[in-house]
């Protein structure tokens, strides 16, 4: 079983910056693909950005030139550095994993942590 807990989350004026912390604990693997989502209120979850075991990551358009998803191997982390934040960005932020080496938000991700809120105002 594998537990995601994430951190990091906040109110911030908007063009202010903030980043997420996803820790993954229990049984580990080699090969992960883990993500960001986020859903606001009365919106569908949509996916931010997710990254492969190698390092490739991809991003949603509204995450492309703002955002930054990187993870620690060593710490089990999963990070999501957060900049020029606007108030379409407040949403609920979760972090997720599915074990292999595809990556892709089509894909179904196993593993959902609880959420972090972030509110930009």
């Known amino acids: 079983h594998v537990q995601l807990v994430e951190s990091g989350g906040g109110s911030v004026q908007a063009g202010g910056s903030l980043r997420l912390s996803c820790a993954a604990s229990?049984?580990?693997?080699?090969?992960?693909?883990m993500g960001w989502f986020r859903q606001a209120p009365g919106k569908e979850r949509e996916g931010v950005a997710i990254i492969a075991s190698d390092g490739n990551a991809e991003y949603t358009e509204s995450a492309k030139g703002r955002f930054t998803i990187s993870k620690d191997n060593a710490k089990n982390t999963l990070y999501l550095q957060m900049n020029s934040l606007g108030p379409e960005d407040t949403a609920m932020y979760y972090c997720?994993?599915?074990?292999?080496?595809?990556?892709?938000?089509?894909?179904?991700?196993?593993?959902w942590g609880q959420g972090t809120q972030v509110t930009v105002s």
């Open positions: 997720a994993a599915r074990l292999g080496s595809l990556c892709g938000y089509w894909l179904t991700f196993r593993y």
């Open positions: 229990g049984r580990t693997y080699s090969k992960w693909c």
